[in-house]
């Protein structure tokens, strides 16, 4: 038995002594393995840090550059705007001082519009008073050449009633002949 034992202890000491050599390589291989696979990913990630290296430096020089072209940009922009300003200021004060100068013409051009509006209106008064007076006067002379027409209808009737029926100077039995002539010519 204690054979058997010794051959079973043996038997496992080889069995276990190849187990552990299995385990052994097996374990070698898989650190192996793992050590091919993380020195593969390793070479990958450093790769991958090279080419984002290269690109931050990339991106580092175009910020540097862009940096550079605004802040000329920039400084180009604020010379500009300081030149509009300038410029902007002194027309504002052109455009107030002509603005002034327009609202004094205008005070100015309002008296004397004013002033010419008074002096029409007490020239239209005197015209209508005028033409008032010149009306009066026309209807005056009117109805004196009205009267006077008719005093002179008035007369000439008169003096063909007169004439007629040989009243007055003009008797039938007495012809003065002289003062007739001359009666009868003084017509007005």
Known sequence: MTAHLKDQLHGRKAKTGLERKYVKSS?????????????H????????IRLLQERLEEERRVHMETETFLKKHQTSLDEKLEVWMERY?????????????????????LSQLQELAKKYRDIEQVVIEDRMEKEALRRKLEKEHMERDAATKIQSWWRGTLVRRGLGPYKKG??????????????K
């Open 27 to 39: 374990a070698e291989l898989l650190v192996y393995q793992g050590q091919k696979i993380n020195t």
């Open 174 to 187: 007495k012809k003065p002949k002289s003062k007739e002539g001359k009666k009868g010519k003084k017509k």
């Open 89 to 109: 200021e002194r027309d504002m004060e052109d455009k107030q001082q002509e603005l002034n100068s327009l609202r004094n013409k205008k005070a100015n051009n």
């Open 41 to 48: 990913s390793e070479k990958q990630l450093e790769e991958e």
